[in-house]
């Protein structure tokens, strides 16, 4: 009896192979904890009762806020977004006699056209 407890237990061999046998996808050195996300990432999309989908609606019309600009407001809106048109009661009359060097009509016509150039950009995207 005294013989089997001075000898070391030694797992069997096919035991030692199979817990020092290396995938060679595993390289020595090689960790994924030093990669940081991206916090403009957008995430992936799950399923389920435990979905992510807020995270998912936020990140996703940050970027398009800012690759697509007012057409981004979509997702947060739900609607397409279309500036107001200028009221031409804010700029005066238009009356040669009264706006003598026409700057009311103007600038009228160049926020109207404004107008005109964000909504067609809008809608031809």
Known sequence: M???NNQPQQPPQGEK???HQR???HRKGQHSEGKKKDPEAIPILKYGP???FAKFKEAISKVALKEYGDLGKLIQQGTYYIPSAPDKTTYGSFDPKIDVDGMNKATYLARRSERWRVTARSFSL
Do not use: A
């Open 2 to 4: 005294s013989e089997k």
């Open 17 to 19: 192979e199979k817990r």
């Open 23 to 25: 995938k060679p996808w």
């Open 50 to 52: 435990g979905n992510n």
